[in-house]
C-alpha cells in the first residue's frame, strides 16, 4: 500500500503519433504489445485514441497514442515532458530483445542505471522507449501475441524519466501529495517509488537545467496519468491538490475511467485516473481492440467520426 491518499504508480503515458497504421504495427508486431481499446480522443473525436498494453490492459501497463497523421508537426522532446518511457522485461531477456530489435531493423543503445541493463530505442514516430531488464517480473504473467514468447513478453512500465529544469519542487509534490518515496540518485537523476505490488512503481526526475524546453507534436509524450483506486481516493488527492494551490481540472469521465489533470511545477501535464471500471465494460476481454468503441455521448455522431478515422488491420494474434 502506499501513504494514505497517495496514487498506487503510473496508471497510463500518452504520447502523440503520426500514423495510426504504423503506431498499431510497431507497438503490436514489434514490441509484442495488444491493441487493448481502439476508441477517439474524446475532446478531439476526429482523432484516434489507441490504447497498447497487456492482455487485459491492466493499469500500469498502458501506453496510449493520439495519432495525428503522418504529416503532422514534429514535437520536440525537452524539459518540462516525459521524456522517455520505461517498460520491464525479464532479466533474462535482454539478449532476446536485442537480437529482435536488429533483426527488425530498430537501432538501440545499451546503458546501465541503477545496477540495471536497459535497452535504449525510439519508435517510429521518435518516442524514447526504453526495456528494462528488472529482476523479480519473470513472476509477473506475460501475454503471447505468437511472435513474442511469453517468456521474454513485455510485463508493463518499469518506470518513466522527466526532464526537469529543476526538480525539487515536483520532488515535494510526488512525496507529499502523490505517495511516492525517495529511493536512489545518481548523478542528475532522481529515483522515487510506491510500495506495492504491478507494474509503474517508479518514476525518474532527471535535472537538465540546460536542455531546451520540450514542445508538443508527433513523437512526444502528451501526460502522465497516476492511479487512484476509487473515485474517493482521486477525490481525496484532488483535496489535496487544491489545498496545496494547484490549479485542478474537475473530475472528467473518460468512460474506462475517470481523470483529474494539472500541471506539476516543472511544466509536465499530470492526470490521476482511476483503475475501474476498465476496458471490458463495452466489449469482452476476448473483443478488446477489435472495433471502434465510442462512448455513450459520441455515439450519435457514429457515421460522421468514421469518415475521419481510417480502418485499422490488426493481426489476428490481437485476440487469440
Excluded at 503515458?13 to 504495427?25: E, F, L, P, R, S
Excluded at 488527492?237 to 511545477?265: G, M, N
Aim: with cysteine.
Amino acid at each position: 500500500m502506499t501513504a494514505i491518499g497517495g496514487t498506487l504508480g503510473i496508471h497510463h503515458i500518452t504520447a502523440m503519433a503520426g500514423d495510426a497504421q504504423a503506431n498499431v504495427d510497431f507497438y503490436t508486431r514489434v514490441l509484442g504489445l495488444r491493441l487493448v481499446k481502439r476508441t477517439v480522443n474524446f475532446d478531439d473525436p476526429a482523432t484516434y485514441h489507441l490504447y497498447f498494453g497487456d492482455h487485459d490492459g491492466t493499469p500500469g501497463t498502458i501506453l496510449t497514442f493520439f495519432p495525428w497523421g503522418a504529416k503532422s508537426l514534429r514535437g520536440r522532446i525537452g524539459t518540462g515532458q516525459v521524456s522517455a518511457t520505461a517498460f520491464a522485461i525479464p532479466s533474462s531477456s535482454l539478449s532476446f530483445w536485442t537480437d529482435r530489435l536488429k533483426r527488425l531493423d530498430v537501432s538501440t543503445q545499451t546503458a546501465s542505471r541503477f545496477d540495471e541493463s536497459v535497452l535504449v530505442l525510439r519508435d517510429r514516430d521518435g518516442v524514447a522507449i526504453e526495456l528494462v531488464a528488472a529482476a523479480g517480473t519473470e513472476s509477473i504473467p506475460g501475454w503471447s501475441n505468437g511472435d513474442v514468447p511469453p517468456e521474454h513478453a513485455i510485463r508493463g512500465f518499469h518506470s518513466a524519466s522527466l526532464s526537469l529544469a529543476g526538480y525539487e519542487r515536483t520532488a515535494h509534490l510526488l512525496t507529499d501529495i502523490l505517495g511516492f518515496t525517495a529511493s536512489g540518485d545518481a548523478n542528475n537523476r532522481f529515483r522515487f517509488a510506491v510500495a506495492g505490488a504491478g507494474m509503474g512503481l517508479r518514476l525518474d526526475l532527471v535535472c537538465e537545467p540546460g536542455r531546451m524546453r520540450g514542445s508538443m507534436g508527433v513523437g512526444v509524450v502528451h501526460h502522465i496519468a497516476f492511479r487512484a483506486a476509487d473515485d474517493a481516493a482521486q477525490l481525496a488527492l484532488r483535496e489535496r491538490l487544491v489545498d496545496a494551490s494547484h490549479d485542478v481540472t474537475p473530475v472528467l469521465d473518460r468512460h474506462y475511467f475517470k481523470s483529474i489533470y494539472f500541471r506539476e511545477p516543472g511544466g509536465v501535464l499530470f492526470e490521476i485516473a482511476t483503475d475501474p471500471p476498465g476496458f471490458a465494460i463495452d466489449e469482452s476481454p476476448a473483443e478488446l481492440g477489435t472495433h471502434l468503441k465510442l462512448p455513450p455521448w459520441l455515439e450519435r455522431h457514429r457515421s460522421e467520426i468514421e469518415k475521419h478515422v481510417a480502418p485499422l488491420a490488426v493481426a489476428p494474434s490481437n485476440n487469440p
